[in-house]
């Protein structure tokens, strides 16, 4: 008796009607049953299949995102090397993208090398012989580190271009990045948050944004790839301009207050309160006495 081609281990005559095999080591579905007989031959098909592979464990589980870390995957079904790999092929993905063999392979471990990726809570599939095996959410890239960010101020209306550098900004594929500028914290809530748009493909170590509209100092830096959020591993400060001042009309105003000044400049921000963050016009009397616009709009 053959299955797949390959002889049985043993075989044991019972009947013209009952024969028993210990069937040979194998994988895939459907291998052809044989049974020769005084030089003859009888073929089944459809008839048997081997166990799919299935994934129980894998290590480690995350790798930055230009990938190239030896992973191991344990389990069962992955078919012995010799017969395996001599007579049928073996895809290994992580989220899609193929994983190159390592070398060695058993029925229960088999070695790839990661595949560049972003992302979290991937899950790994390993095809032997057509027959697929997985474990969800079993594997992520690690998070984006930054390091560098210039230049490091902006007009309050923004539309610059900044540079950002670290690791794991994304995998040289695909742009699956947002930035923001945060503002800080106040009363333990990240407010004003402004979002800038990730141009072209990051690398693994730089991505470019051009910055939106925004306000403030001492801001600091996230980006998001892939829903993993980082931030920078020491403190970077982001500035956005000062406002300036160029023409105030009229120039003048009655002592009792109440006249409208048209104060034209830049760097007065992305709007009033609350979407844009307090906007005060201040100034000082001829006698040095300081005080505040009423209204501005």
């Not at 990045?177 to 748009?197: C, F, P, W």
């Not at 693994?204 to 980082?230: P, R």
């Amino acid at each position: 008796i053959r299955v797949g081609g390959t002889s049985c281990l043993a075989t044991v005559y019972f009947s013209d009607s009952s024969l028993h095999c210990k069937i040979p080591a194998g994988v895939g579905k459907n291998p052809t049953l044989e049974v020769l007989s005084s030089g003859l031959s009888g073929i089944g098909r459809n008839l048997l299949s081997y166990d799919s592979p299935s994934i129980s464990a894998i290590s480690p589980s995350n790798d930055a995102t230009s990938g190239g870390k030896i992973i191991s995957i344990f389990g069962s079904g992955f078919g012995t090397s010799d017969f395996t790999l001599s007579n049928f092929t073996v895809h290994a993905s992580i989220n899609g993208s193929a994983a190159n063999m390592s070398g060695y392979h058993s029925d229960s471990t088999i070695m790839i090398l990661a595949p560049a990726g972003v992302g979290k809570s991937l899950s790994p599939f390993l095809t032997v012989a057509e027959q697929v095996g997985l474990m969800t959410a079993a594997f992520s890239y690690d998070l984006p580190v930054l390091t560098h960010i210039y230049p490091r101020n902006s007009p309050t209306k923004g539309g610059i271009t900044v540079t950002v550098q670290g690791l794991n900004l994304g995998d040289g594929r695909y742009q699956l990045q947002t930035a923001r500028i945060l503002s800080g914290h106040a009363s333990g809530t990240i407010v004003d948050n402004y979002e800038g748009i990730v141009v072209g493909t990051p690398s693994f170590t730089e991505l470019v944004m051009v910055l939106g509209v925004g306000a403030g100092v001492n801001k600091s830096l996230e980006i998001t790839v892939a829903e993993q959020s980082g931030t920078s591993i020491q403190p970077m400060v982001f500035n956005f301009d000062a406002p300036n001042i160029t023409l105030v009309f009229p120039n003048f105003g009655g002592t009792l207050g109440g006249d409208t000044l048209s104060v034209i400049g830049n760097n007065f921000g992305p709007g009033l309160p609350p979407s844009g963050g307090p906007v005060i016009i201040s100034y000082h009397d001829a006698n040095g006495f300081p005080g505040e616009c009423a209204n501005i709009s």
